[in-house]
Structure formats: structure tokens, C-alpha cells
């Protein structure tokens, strides 16, 4: 062999081997897989907003990063008000999660849950939208977690098997399951129900035996949950409360991506949260339409009869307002204002 074939024998290896190195790292960073916290699976908006995101970011970053969902609070065995704790603590990395649900760890997140404070979708995108949402991610952040976006799970409606809720007096020692933060017990205890707190997950089979005799829930859970089916044949669209979703990030794992993945992972949530709130709230109508006709019996409620609620629910601001924080309900009341 000529030392000229030689060298380019060796050229050739040394190619190869440059190969085979640039193909197994591209392959390691392939690898970076993403677990994504959800409540509801992908029959619910709250779902589709994950996949959402996932198809994004899989898109964008060419297969660099693969955010991977898991529905039904599986990462937290049911347990949804522990999901922002091992969020942050790096048992999950990332969730889309609603504000109720990370109350407990996030006293600023019960301004959402306020009885009664949030009057139309205008009012919730002034809030998220401007200083008082800031102000919220900041709470977020200093907890460990990095918020990225929103969405929305919806206006809560309330429930019941035993008749048309129109009145306070409607929810007398009526036994309500409620989400876990301890404000939907001061609210529903104000109105003079007997609630109770618990999981979604142990939520259907106790409405299915009648354990409990109503529920507060949007209607696209409403619907896709088919709750009807397990006795609730009266809904009350009362507004109460918007539940809103946030896409959030693990903060090591947040630091651990470059600054391109980050941009990436903050549009994509940017983009996939706009068009889950879209969808949420275009298919409203259709689906409040599709819960009558299966026979529910829907009660929307008089400028009267809506203020003997917001009255009866008065203490529970007084309560709360501290603990949420003075200075952020102002920003949101200014916001809501100024719509
Ligand atoms: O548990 C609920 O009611 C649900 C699914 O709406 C939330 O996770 C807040």
C-alpha cells in the first residue's frame, strides 16, 4: 500500500469515525425526553393544550426535545394539589396546570378562586395579560418553578342531583365535592352547603354513588365527563370563578436547555395555550346546547338573584384578601376596571 492510499485510508476512518460520533450524540440529544403533568386527558381542552405544546415543540426543535403528557394526575397517584410540589422538586418536570390546583403552594394563585370576582373573559385576559399577572408569574418563580404561559379550563357552574340551585337558600346542607384548596370550603360553607374536598379521581365515583350531591366544574368538563350520566340534572351557570391553566417549567431543568430551547419551549406554551382558550371558549354554546339536550335542566340566573350570591360570599374576600395579597387584588381590580 502506498503511504498515499494509506492516508486516505485513514482519512476514510477518521470520517467514519466522525460519523458515527456526530450520529450517536445527535441521537443522545434525541433522547432528552420531557414529563408533562395534566389533570384531564386529551378528550378535555385541558389535554389538548399539552399535546399541543408537544407537537410543537417535537416540530421545532426537529426532535430535540419530546415533551411527553401524562393525563389523570398519574404522575401524582390522583393526588392533583401535590402536582406543583413535585413539579418542583423535580419528580415532574413540567405541567399544564390549573391555578386550583397549585393553590395550596401559591397562596397568590386563590385570586382566581375569589367568589364572584372575575365578571367575563375580558376581564380574565386584562388580569392575565397585564401587571397582576406579571405579579403572579413572580409568585410562581420564586417557588422553583418557571412559568411559561397561559390557558384555560373555563368558568366553573355548579351541579347538583336534587333540584334548580337559583338562590343561596338552593344549596342548603346540599353535600358538594369540592377541588382542594381550603377557599371552596369557606365559599361553599358561606353558602351554607356542606362541602366537601376531594380529588377528581375519587370525584366521579363518589357523584356515581351519591356520596356527594353536586359538583362545580366548567362545561367542557361537564360535557366530556358526561356528568350527567351520574345524576347531576341540574346545572346553575353562576360564573363563579375562570379556572385558568399554566404551562410551567422545573427550574433546573429550565436551566439545564440552551437559550434556543427555552425561546422554543416559551412560544410553543405561548401558542398552544392562545389556541386551547380559543377553543375553549368558542365551544362553549355547543356544548352547553348539547347538555340540554340530554336532558339537563339549566338554570341561568337574574342580575337579583346573582347579586343574593355574590352577597352571601362577601366573607369569604374579606378572608382571603390578605392572604392572596393586598397589592395584587388592587392590580386585578384595576385591570378588571379598566377592560
Ligand atoms: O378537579 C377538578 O374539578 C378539575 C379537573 O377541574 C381541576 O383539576 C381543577
Known sequence: MTSASRLTRFAAALAG??????????SAVQARELSVSTVLSDAFPWGQAAEKWAELVEERTEGRLTLRVYPNSQLVAGDQTREFSAMRSGLIDMAVGSTINWSPQVPELNLFSLPFFMPDEAAVDAVTGGEAGKMIFEA???RGVVPLAWGENGFRQVSNSRGPISEPGDLDGLKIRVVGSPLFQDTFNALGADPTQMSWTDAQPALTTGAVDGQENPLSVFDVARIDQVGQEYLTLWNYMNDPLIFAVNQRIWDSLDEEDREILRETAIEAGEWEIAMTRE???ERLAAIQ???VQVTELTEEQHRAFVNATASVHDKWISRIGKELVEAARAAIEAR
Request: charged residues 25%.
Open 17 to 26: 469515525a466522525a460519523v458515527l460520533t456526530a450520529s450517536l450524540s445527535a
Open 140 to 142: 410562581i418563580e420564586s
Open 283 to 285: 365551544e362553549e354554546s
Open 293 to 295: 339536550e340530554r336532558g
